[in-house]
């Protein structure tokens, strides 16, 4: 089974080499690819013994394993039906805040609040999810969509940089 796995310690392509090395030597391991922007990789394992092995022989090369995604994800990226974003990163910007999550396609996904605009539209990820932020977002997101029923709404609430509490809405496609 394919497995994306994290570990905050990668900061470059010298460190997804490093993993793919360690796989290789690693029975049951086999690399699939890497990405050290988002500090996640992609492995091949036959079980959980493989993975185990793995893991410590990382952490020996100084690469802790971080979460383990529970998506398993195929060369763009899939999602079970239960898939819900993980914790949201919000970010102040000149004119509002960046709410970003890692989708399980792979994307760095998000969206970019304005706080002078009272009713934006909804921004997407290359997967179909719709995110919407802002007051009642879980309640807007509908109206936003062209077909509600072709998603399950995700809401969550985060704490703005300025202290305000605020819903993220995430539609999330029904065809996963």
């Known amino acids: 089974m394919q497995l994306l796995l994290s570990s905050p310690d990668i900061t470059c392509e010298h ?3 490093t993993i793919e090395r360690v796989a290789g ?5 086999a690399f699939v690819s890497g990405d050290p922007d988002r500090r996640t990789f ?3 394992v036959s079980g959980g013994a493989a993975l185990d092995q793995f893991g410590a022989a990382l952490a020996a090369e100084g690469y802790p394993l971080g ?3 529970s998506e398993q ?10 898939w819900a974003p993980g914790a949201y990163r919000v970010e102040r910007t000149d004119v509002g805040a ?3 999550y890692d989708c399980y396609c792979g994307c760095d996904a998000g969206f970019a ?6 009713d934006q539209a909804t921004e997407s990820c290359c997967c179909g999810n719709h995110i919407l932020v802002g007051v009642d977002a879980g309640g807007r997101i509908a109206g936003k969509l062209d077909d509600p029923s072709a998603y399950r709404i995700d809401v969550q ?3 703005m940089p300025w202290g305000q509490p605020v819903e993220v809405a995430l539609a999330i496609p029904n065809d996963g």
């Not at 030597?25 to 391991?29: F, N, S």
């Not at 609040?113 to 009272?118: H, V």
């Open 113 to 118: 609040l304005d706080r002078s605009q009272g």
């Open 15 to 17: 460190c997804i080499a």
């Open 98 to 100: 960046n709410v970003n």
């Open 157 to 159: 609430t985060v704490a």
């Open 73 to 82: 994800p195929d060369a763009h990226g899939s999602k079970s039906l239960d």
């Open 25 to 29: 030597e690693t029975d049951g391991v």
């Open 42 to 44: 992609v492995v091949e």
């Open 67 to 69: 979460d383990v995604a």
